[in-house]
């Protein structure tokens, strides 16, 4: 014969939601970080047939750089991912 006894589930505790970047500073900062990698990879190409490649190419690097403290600062404002308590 069987027992009838309810059986206990012992789960860990519930993991917090993420979302995965989707959120307003992952997307200023990507979208940044894109543009002046394309920058600067049009300027590299320039690079080798006229000077004004190279200022392309540091114009697209400063792109990315401000692009990470855009993101930075946004993060800080609460429109990155919320901390987790633990």
Do not use: C
């Not at 307003?24 to 970080?33: D, K, L, R, S, Y």
């Amino acid at each position: 014969m069987t027992d009838n006894k309810p059986e206990i589930a012992y789960l860990p505790p519930g993991v917090p939601p993420t979302n995965h970047g989707h959120t307003v500073a992952a997307w200023v900062t990507m979208a940044g970080i894109t543009l002046g990698a394309l920058i600067s990879a049009f300027g590299l190409v320039l690079a080798a047939s006229s000077p004004s490649g190279l200022v392309m190419f540091v114009v697209g690097m400063v792109v990315v750089a401000a692009s990470l403290l855009v993101g930075l600062v946004l993060r800080n404002l609460g429109k990155g991912q919320k901390k987790v308590q633990r």
